[in-house]
């Protein structure tokens, strides 16, 4: 790959954390008012308004035969649907901390699909950043009381969600050969937005024929739409068809950077010395996970 693709799918995959990140601000804002499952749904609903008159303006409409429509349904049906099922459930069971640190993990499985499917080759430098990169993630997230509540069944269920987005992220790599990002995102949006629908029904729709709109909630729902869900599933479609799906997951581990940032800028949360060292430690490893790819793009 020449220096110009990889670097624009390394800032590709550097933007979706920062918005994979700053979402959380915003979730934190709309979840005064509505349940998860409703708010990923109106998410959904939101993108594709979006995203359907920009794939017509820029004539990236594909024609999709039954298989392939097939294809997209699975993809959708493991991102955003169980994947976030998964993790809804083991918040849950657990606590914010130690799902934080078991989703963290994904980077660290990711390279294994990868390699299996797609032989994506990592050095011993890219592997240990990637670690190196996960244990940042860790000092960020742990404080002096981590207590594993939940026990095994909350393991599990998140180690499910760690599995379905490996899945996510191999289905991925392998339709972005494929198709366009228009086509992967429009129609992973419309299949999540089929499965959420029951969901949506059952709990938003009397939510929202009581709620008062006012801008509490709708600006933030908005954002999430924009920048959460079509920019960011757009710009990591992109970085993992470029750069291969382990060297894109490994910046999932600035998410919790960006958001401990957000945090701090937006609702005055302290930031640590500990999660300064975590910070620096996870900026450090996730060098270390592109080195090579770096080293290849400059021949």
Known sequence: MTKKPYFKAQVAAFLTA??????FTWTHEVLNYFNPMSIIFMRLVIALCILVP???IFKMREKLRPRQLLQLAILGLFQPFLYFIFETYGVKLTTSTVSSVVISMIP?????????????HLTITNIGGI??????????????????SGGWLGLAVLFMAVITAVVYMVLLRKLSASYNVFTINVYQNIFGLLYFLPFFLF????????IEFKSDWIFPLVSLAIFGSAAAFMLFTYAI??????????????????????AYWKFSEAISMQKITGIVI?????????KKAAAIAQK
């Open 18 to 23: 920062v918005f994979w990140g700053y979402s």
């Open 54 to 56: 920009l794939m017509f």
């Open 108 to 120: 660290l499985f990711v390279p294994i699909g990868a390699y299996w499917f797609f032989k994506e």
């Open 131 to 148: 670690i190196l990169s996960f244990i940042g993630v860790a000092i960020i997230i742990f404080d002096n009381q981590v207590k594993l």
């Open 203 to 210: 709990d938003g729709v009397p939510t929202l024929m009581q």
């Open 241 to 262: 068809g470029k750069i291969g799906a382990s060297k894109a997951a490994a910046y999932n581990n600035l998410v919790p950077v960006i958001t401990a940032i957000a």
């Open 282 to 290: 996870v900026i450090a490893g996730l060098f270390l996970a592109q």
